[in-house]
């Protein structure tokens, strides 16, 4: 056993749902059994027994043991005490736990919008001025196919930025707007009433599809005439510590690539699904942009991401587009109704996976779980509802073997782990749904409580939620703003051994190796692409 005053009860650090399991993971001490105490009243309400010792390889040699407390189902404040060691953070058991960080990973994507004043009345402390009109933008090179660049400067304005930096990238933005139109469209009932204190909150549209739009209109400025989309949208060298309005850097259109028509025609078709009833010509416009975007595709079957010699900024590359090619096909599908595109997708020989910018092959198979019920044979739903469940019954096998009770595997401690946690939360959540089965859901939990605190390196991962939380993002607007605190609702990168940064870790144990400093911009960075299945994993335990 590793008695030590400095370690610490893993739990999550914002609580739990009355009706949901509760166990906290307890280092490894000679004591037996844990005490539950109410803060309020500074009472044991419950002495417990721990359960024997366990070890999680990916966090190296690490032996702890449980405390199950599921069945304490009184609202309160509580902290738990182990003999050996230091007491849990303070946690609460309420159906409200997630509210407020639910709503603040959502106001992130507008604190970091660009090319518009952050206004005090809005952002209140992050108020800050416009940065990044994006009105003179320029072809790079890579850009100069087809008529446009003969006009020498580009308007692209709108957009957030797509993390730490000032780029905007189309794949991952893509992926990111998706994912908040598909929340609203799985829990209406959360974003109906949610007001986010925006400049569009009092218009009758919902705020999270007010916020979707902000992208949506700089996505649509990423086409081309000939319907082929841009790759990104950044400065040749990275932006410097600064705020927004304060890089002056020329930005340039750069590539133009299948990758990115592809996921402007998904995220366009099923954006234009969803705002239909807010705004029948945007419908439309949206999906004639996405066919367009769709038949430039097919024309442009591998035009992959190639970085210029020139270019520094992100690359968000991908020659594996068989997924995107799914994904776009069964978008369509759904928005026309046109068999045309459902027997494109059934042609396609896809291995479904918990989505990320790279794989969307996922997305295909949930948009058209959720939303073609109708329109598909009965034999063929079937089919696509057994594939899903699939997936989820591996996650849910990790979730029961992992000794640490959350479904990681090894091989998902990659740049951005955090966001694997959350994509494949998702999963769990549609399994949960779709087949009326709460073991998916509890599984689901875990993932959750695995972001908010219990894991092995004692930081609850959303920036300003938790007792201890990320203080060094790589984000250059919390870095150069002034203000002490990190922008808050923001979900970092997360741990994972690559290291691809210039920064001192203490372990290269997967789990473990995160560090919460400027530097490690490989664990400790932010993204539009990681907060959105943070929102959307909220959105579905706020909606119960
Ligand atoms: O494809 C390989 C896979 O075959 C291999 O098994 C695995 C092992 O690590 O690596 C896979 O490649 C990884 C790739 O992401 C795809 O997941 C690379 O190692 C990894 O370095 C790469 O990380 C990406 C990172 O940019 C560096 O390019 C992240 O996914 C991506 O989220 C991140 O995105 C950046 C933007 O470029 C710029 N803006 C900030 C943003 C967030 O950090
Ligand atoms: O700040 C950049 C971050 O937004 C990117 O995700 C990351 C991806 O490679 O690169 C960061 O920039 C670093 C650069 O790659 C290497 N030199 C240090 C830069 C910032 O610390």
Not at 11 to 32: D, F, R
Not at 167 to 187: D, M, P, Q, R, W
Not at 344 to 355: M, Q
Request: glycine share 6%; charged share 20%.
């Amino acid at each position: 056993s590793t008695e030590s005053s400095n370690q610490k009860i893993a739990v999550n650090q914002l609580g739990y749902l009355v009706n949901s399991e509760k166990i906290a993971i307890v280092p490894n001490v000679t004591a037996t059994t844990y005490d539950l105490v109410d803060v309020n009243t500074n009472k044991v309400i419950r002495s417990g027994h721990l359960s024997h010792a366990k070890m999680w390889d990916n966090a190296g040699n690490d032996t702890f043991k449980h405390a199950d407390f599921t069945d304490i189902v009184t609202p309160g404040n509580y902290l738990l005490r182990v003999k050996g060691v230091r007491d849990s953070a303070v946690f609460s058991i309420n159906n409200h736990v997630y509210d407020s960080v639910h709503t603040a990973a959502l106001k992130y994507y507008y604190l970091n919008r660009s090319s518009i004043e952050i206004e005090k009345k809005y952002a209140g402390i992050y108020a800050r001025p416009l940065g990044h009109k994006d009105d003179d933008v320029l072809y790079h090179s890579s850009a100069e196919q087809g008529d446009d660049f003969k006009a020498k400067e580009v308007q692209s304005q709108k957009g957030w930025y797509d993390a730490g930096d000032y780029g905007k990238y189309v794949v991952n933005s893509g992926i990111a707007t998706y994912t908040l139109l598909a929340a609203f469209e799985h829990y209406p009932e959360v974003y109906q009433k949610q007001i986010l204190n925006i400049p569009e909150s009092s218009d009758n549209v919902p705020d999270i599809i007010n916020e979707a739009l902000w992208n949506l209109e700089w996505l649509i400025t990423m086409q081309s005439k000939d319907g082929g989309v841009y790759h990104k949208l950044t400065t040749i060298e990275w932006p410097g510590y600064e705020m927004p309005h304060e890089d002056k850097r020329t930005r340039y259109l750069i590539g133009k690539t299948t990758a990115a028509s592809l996921n402007f025609a998904a995220t366009l078709s099923a954006a234009s699904r969803v705002i239909a009833p807010y705004s029948p010509n945007k419908s439309k416009q949206y999906l004639g942009a996405a066919i367009k975007a769709w038949k430039y595709s097919l024309e442009n079957r591998t035009q992959y991401y190639e970085q210029p010699a020139d270019v520094k900024s992100g690359e968000y590359g991908d020659s594996q587009l068989k997924d995107e090619f799914a994904w776009a096909a069964a978008e369509l599908f759904l928005t026309t109704k046109d068999n045309i595109f459902y027997n494109f997708y059934k042609e396609i020989n896809i291995h479904y996976s918990a989505p990320s910018w790279r794989n969307v092959s996922y997305l295909s198979l949930s948009s058209l779980l959720f939303k073609a019920k109708d329109l598909l044979s009965e034999q063929q739903y079937e089919d696509l509802k057994i594939k899903q469940k699939h997936l989820a019954d591996v996650y849910l096998k990790q979730h029961k073997n992992s000794p640490y009770i959350v479904a990681m595997e090894k091989s998902d401690f990659v740049w951005g782990s955090n966001s694997a946690a959350l994509n494949k939360a998702i999963v769990l959540l549609q399994a949960a749904q779709l087949n009326n089965n709460s073991q998916y859901l509890k599984a689901a939990q875990g993932l959750v409580d695995y972001i908010l605190g219990r894991n092995p390196t004692g930081y609850s991962f959303v920036t300003g939620f938790g007792d201890k939380t990320p203080q060094h993002p790589h984000h250059r607007i919390s870095q150069s703003d002034g203000i002490t605190a990190p922008v808050p609702g923001m979900l970092v990168g997360g741990p994972q051994a690559g290291q691809q940064d210039e920064c001192n870790y203490d372990t290269n144990e997967p789990a473990k190796s995160y560090s919460d400093s400027w530097c490690s911009y490989s664990t400790n960075e932010v993204a539009i692409n990681w907060n959105a299945p943070l929102v959307y994993v909220l959105g579905a335990f706020v909606s119960r």
